[in-house]
């Protein structure tokens, strides 16, 4: 294979498909162009779980290799409220500094006989003369916002603002620090990167934000500058939670996440790969992972379709968007959670909280089997506050009493109780009309808000919006309200009640 490849964009995915598809077939020209110098980037630290590694490591063990001589590794989750501290295990991930992962992937490529041009920055027009271009040139692509028209890529941004930064503090795993300050709620991920250095990223919602003066920083200034004045009130605010440890800054300032798609990842000869063509919210950890599996599904591609460079990048879309879909769909409900924690911290007790965070995106079942202990202890908790386990707890509103938590519809609509019925939208840009009819709704002072319809993640909103924003209890009407399902819900704090669809 002859190919002259050029990849624009020097980061893990662009490097690591460089040099999979120069190891792969020798005799192809392959040059990466990268903006920046060879020493810079930024960010700090970059976080694969235990599950998502076997594919990346049979493709070339490089990763396994850096992550075992270099990487950070942790079990346990912790989250760390109100002076508690909670940790669920079975949730092996590794981290490792985002530096010295590049600087080893520089190498692998370079060994293989990849062409690295740093401090290069090339427009499509300069790349005429090559069979295949990948643009890895990160989120804010020039080349797919140049191809927009045929590409149609768009984005979601996210309510809550964040920043990064790293710590000199040492954190165990991957720690979850909430903490309100005189402005608000503010929480941290933090982790582990290296010895005597963690990353540290910052979470407000925006009102929080512009109370504590955080808004003034000058966006304009070029990429490097980084927020001293957050950097000084951020320490201040976590001085305890990281024992007085100075926050480390690379191009540390404050944005909203921005969830990437596009209608295509190819046109012509050029293909998108990684944040290029795709972003999910940092909480899930796979921007890196995400990029290094795009990058094995094009070299396998090319491959396979020798001398067919359009068979090639349909076959590299057809294999690698359903994962990132897949990831993409499972990150939301995380994103959410980031843009409601305020509300969270304020009104469930701090081993619910802890539940109601891990259980964001899968069910209790799932959690007790990788740590029977943290779920064992928040069904403690709910016993010694209710008498009874979650599904058996009685419950009582105004003049019905409920034997348990999961209900039929008859019984709720003969109990003599006001209802308000509520149908959530199948899409979250409809949550904004039906915030509106809850609140309309919720005038009329009903004893149980019942909440239908639309997708799980929009019931949950309206739920919790009605529940623990107004106080009134609330009823959610599932398709498959499965035991698991149920105690889930409940026990996490996302409903009161629920029903089976067509149960009667």
């Known amino acids: ?67 075992d001589e270099f990487g950070m590794h942790w079990d346990d989750i ?23 992962l590049l ?7 370079t060994a293989a006989g990849v062409d690295l041009r740093f401090s290069t920055e090339v427009d499509l027009e300069d790349l005429d003369d090559y069979d295949l271009v990948v643009a890895c040139d990160g989120a804010n692509s020039r080349i797919r916002e140049r191809l927009a028209d045929r590409l149609e890529p768009s984005y979601e941004t996210a309510t809550a603002k964040f920043i990064w930064f790293g710590t000199t503090y040492s954190f165990d795993g991957l720690t979850f620090v909430h903490v309100r300050g005189e402005h608000g709620v503010f929480a941290v991920h933090g982790y582990p990167i290296a010895p005597g250095l963690s990353t540290f990223i910052v ?28 950097k000084e009130y951020l320490e201040k605010l976590f001085a305890e939670q990281i024992d007085g440890h100075p926050l480390v800054v690379n191009n540390s300032r404050w944005a909203n996440f921005r969830t990437r798609r596009a209608a295509r990842w190819t046109h012509g000869n050029v293909a998108l790969l990684g944040d290029a ?23 396998t591609a090319l491959g396979d379709h020798p001398d067919d460079v359009p068979g090639a990048l349909a076959a590299y ?22 843009e409601h924690f305020g509300r969270y911290h304020d009104t469930l007790e701090p081993w619910q909280f802890a539940f109601h965070f891990l259980s964001r995106s899968i069910g209790a079942e799932k959690l007790a089997r990788r740590d029977p202990g943290f779920v064992a202890g928040a069904r403690r908790a709910w016993t010694a506050a209710h008498g009874a386990g979650v599904l058996a707890s009685p419950l009582t509103i105004g003049i019905c009493t409920f034997a348990g938590r999961r209900v039929a519809l008859d019984q ?39 909440v239908r319809g639309g997708s799980p993640l929009c019931r949950i909103q309206l739920s919790e919006e009605s529940r623990l924003g107004r106080g ?22 996302r409903a009161d009640l629920v029903a089976g669809e067509g149960v009667r």
């Open 1 to 67: 294979m002859n190919l002259r490849i050029a990849c624009v964009g020097g980061g893990p995915g662009g490097l690591f498909f460089a040099a999979l598809a120069k190891q792969a077939h020798p005799e192809a020209d392959i040059t990466v162009f990268e903006r920046n110098r060879a020493e810079d980037t930024f960010g700090f630290g970059v976080v694969f779980s235990d599950a998502t590694l076997a594919g990346i490591n049979a493709a070339d063990p490089v990763l396994r290799t850096a992550l």
């Open 78 to 100: 912790e989250v760390r409220l109100k002076g508690e501290t909670f940790s669920c295990g079975g949730n092996g991930m590794t981290a490792i500094v985002r530096k010295t």
């Open 103 to 109: 600087q080893l992937l520089q190498e692998r490529a």
């Open 203 to 230: 979470e407000t919602d925006e009102e929080t934000w512009r109370r504590a003066g955080l808004d003034d920083f000058d966006v304009t200034q070029p990429p490097g500058a980084s927020d001293m004045r957050s």
């Open 277 to 299: 063509a795709h972003t999910a919210h940092f909480s899930v950890g796979s921007g890196t992972k995400m990029a290094m599996e795009d990058a094995i599904a094009l070299a």
């Open 317 to 338: 879309e057809s294999a690698a968007r359903p994962p990132v879909e897949r990831i993409q769909c499972s990150a939301r409900p995380s994103l959410s959670w980031w």
């Open 412 to 450: 709720v609509a003969e109990s003599g109780l006001r209802l308000l019925q509520v149908s959530a939208p199948p899409e979250e840009s409809g949550l904004a009309e039906a915030r509106v009819a809850l609140h309309d709704g919720l005038a009329d002072k009903p004893d149980l808000v019942v």
């Open 472 to 493: 009134v209890p609330t009823l959610l009407v599932l398709p498959d309200a499965t035991d698991d399902v149920v105690e889930t819900l409940v026990l996490a704090g």
